[in-house]
């Protein structure tokens, strides 16, 4: 049959504004999430990361929020810049799920000035 | 501080032919990691190394894919007998001897396959 290709969900803000991107992981062994934001052509980049004893981290203009309870993860961005614009994933592991990285499906974030 | 190193940044190879992809760690990391992605999709993990080890390649494929991290060098991802289906974005990721963790990711190298 005719394959499909998939398509990154997205958003699109106005420039100043303050984004939310969302994640849903489907491990509840998983320790250790990290945010990371990846520009065309070029490789992830370290966004923001919480361990699971925390449901919530600050950094320089984001935060990231954990929900364990119903496994969900959210970025946000505060006043939303053009050079914000790029693909952001989610990604986790732990002890128990090994060392690799399980990415989430990544979120197109557009930024409009 | 130089970070995680790959290359080429760009790599074209008929069908059939092999393909031999790079990646240098950062400065004190000992674990490396090979991430596939295809367009418009997430990394997806291939295989875990440690110096002259293979820790972990539960998600690399059977037959064609092997890699290596040898004791001094880079860590090399080859791909022997490539077909269209392999064109894709490789990236390496590096970590300090942690059980888990962060990973620095390199800039990745495109493979396209003709």
């Known amino acids: 049959g005719e394959s499909v290709g998939l398509h990154l969900p997205t958003l699109s803000v106005q420039e100043g504004d303050n984004s939310i991107i969302n994640c849903a992981y489907s491990?509840?062994?998983?320790?250790?999430f990290i945010w990371y934001k990846q520009e065309s052509g070029k490789g992830p980049q370290f966004i923001i990361d919480?361990?699971?004893?925390?449901d919530k981290r600050q950094g320089q203009r984001v935060t990231v929020l954990l929900n364990k309870t119903v496994k969900h993860l959210s970025l946000q961005i505060a006043a939303t810049q053009p050079g914000d614009s790029a693909v952001y994933f989610c990604a986790e592991n732990g002890e128990t799920s090994g060392s690799r990285l399980t990415f989430g499906e990544g979120t197109q974030l557009t930024v409009n000035p | 501080n130089a970070g995680v190193m790959q290359n080429p940044r760009h790599l074209v190879r008929r069908r059939g032919q092999e393909a031999r992809l790079r990646c240098s760690p950062m400065k004190g990391h000992s674990h490396v990691y090979w991430y596939r992605q295809l367009p418009e999709e997430g990394l997806k993990f291939m295989v875990y190394l440690q110096k002259e080890n293979i820790i972990d390649e539960s998600g690399m494929p059977k037959e064609r894919f092997s890699a290596e991290f040898p004791k001094e060098g880079p860590s090399i991802l080859r791909i022997q007998q490539v077909v269209r289906g392999d064109s894709a974005a490789y990236f390496c990721a590096s970590s300090p001897p942690v059980v888990y963790g962060e990973q620095f990711f390199g800039p990745g190298t495109r493979l396209t396959v003709l």
């Open positions: 919480i361990r699971s004893n925390m």
């Open positions: 491990n509840s062994a998983s320790d250790y």
